[in-house]
């Protein structure tokens, strides 16, 4: 399942930033926080399948974070 960037809303997400809870594609997530330096330190999690978090009560399996209906 594809998830649409927030930003554009033209090309795959392929980044949430926790901070702006926001999904991006890699040429927003490089406009949005490449010329801040704030947001150069907002905390981003890819959304491949293969580098997904665990989740955050058992720590033990793989997990989304945030609603996927959203």
């Given amino acids: ?3 649409q960037c927030d930003a554009c ?3 795959a997400a392929e980044v949430v ?3 702006e809870e926001a999904a991006l ?3 927003c ?4 926080h490449a010329g801040n330096t704030m947001a150069t330190n907002h905390p981003r999690l890819p959304l491949s399948a293969a580098v ?3 989740c955050d009560t058992c720590q033990e399996t793989l997990g989304w974070f945030f609603c996927l209906e959203d």
Avoid: H, W
Avoid at 29 to 32: K, P, V
């Fill in 9 to 11: 809303e033209a090309a």
């Fill in 17 to 19: 930033c926790c901070t």
């Fill in 52 to 54: 997904r978090p665990r």
């Fill in 25 to 27: 594609c890699g040429g």
């Fill in 1 to 3: 399942m594809k998830i």
């Fill in 29 to 32: 997530d490089l406009r949005n």
